[in-house]
């Protein structure tokens, strides 16, 4: 009798032991896309794509804006968490936004906010969370908007010096901006369905809550490197007109693309060892979207810089 209770408390601590693990993953993936290795390609191959009147400091930085891409993932640090969870709280919703959870009669209106913060009040009023939908496009926004007074400040700049330290922040808040923009590629950050099929499933996608890590971190570290990536990017440069147009067209894009690539997976699930043609077609085609917009928005910003 001992020996069975001993068994079942053995197998119950196991059973724990393993939904508390997959608790971590699922935490972890909601907002981490690409990981490390697809964050490293889309800075590289954008910042190997800006145009050739960019000042010269800023196409040298190449290797400084691919490591800083990954950079706020890296703030997600699981110890720092555990210390004190503030700055995780406040930034995770910063990576995603679930564009089918506002209602589409409403949704253009809610993204017409005019700041983060108008934006969470107009969630409340439909009854929603900020926290749960994402705030990513106004991240992106924001980042870019900062980039471009960098830019102005850096123009004005009456000595060697004081440009010398305008340069170092442009670098950095350029290198962060563009984790965002790399979390908008990947479909699985602009939709419900971010880590295996969510809901009414009669195609069969995937649903094994382990779809976001195996298609942005372990495939595309596997399968894809930076050339893949460079080849895609047009080798003219986009203007934005709108910051706001062009970012949230870019998150509906994206989403748009989200049945496809559970389909994708359907036919050959991703995965370190997968070789379909169509899954690298796919992928590199979403990294090089991340890339291209990351440089056209960091171009906007140095052109439209110019302007009072």
Do not use: C
């Not at 640090?77 to 409403?106: N, Q, S, V, W, Y």
């Amino acid at each position: 009798m001992t020996f069975q209770t001993d068994k079942m408390r053995i197998a119950k601590r196991g059973a724990i032991t393993l939904i508390a693990l997959s608790a971590l993953l699922f935490t972890a993936t909601r907002v981490e896309a690409w990981g490390e290795a697809g964050h490293r390609m889309i800075g590289l191959a954008a910042a190997q794509a800006v145009p050739g009147d960019m000042p010269d400091f800023f196409k040298q930085a190449a290797a400084q804006l691919a490591y800083l891409n990954p950079e706020p993932d890296r703030w997600r640090d699981r110890a720092e968490k555990d210390r004190d969870g503030a700055l995780d709280g406040a930034t995770a919703a910063d990576h995603f936004i679930d564009l089918e959870m506002i209602p589409a009669d409403r949704l253009a209106g809610a993204l017409a906010a005019p700041n983060r913060f108008a934006y969470v009040d107009t969630l409340q009023t439909l009854g929603l969370k900020a926290t749960t939908v994402g705030i990513l496009p106004y991240r992106i926004i924001e980042m870019t908007q900062a980039l471009r007074i960098e830019w102005s400040l850096w123009r004005a700049a009456g000595d060697e010096a004081t440009k010398r330290m305008i340069e170092a922040r442009i670098i950095n808040d350029a290198g962060i901006l563009g984790h965002y923009v790399a979390d908008g590629s990947n479909p699985m950050h602009a939709s419900v369905h971010y880590n295996g099929w969510s809901g009414a499933n009669p195609n069969g996608y995937a649903a094994d809550k382990r779809m976001h890590g195996r298609f942005e971190s372990a495939y595309v570290e596997a399968q894809l490197k930076v050339g893949d990536v460079s080849v895609l990017i047009p080798p003219v440069a986009r203007i934005f007109p709108s910051l706001r147009s062009a970012t949230i067209a870019y998150l509906h894009e994206s989403n748009s693309l989200t049945e496809r690539l559970y389909q994708i997976d359907k036919a050959a699930p991703f995965g370190a060892q997968t070789t379909a043609a169509e899954n690298k077609a796919f992928t590199a085609g979403r990294l090089a979207a991340g890339a291209q917009m990351l440089r056209d928005l960091w171009y906007t910003a140095w052109i439209t810089s110019l302007a009072p």
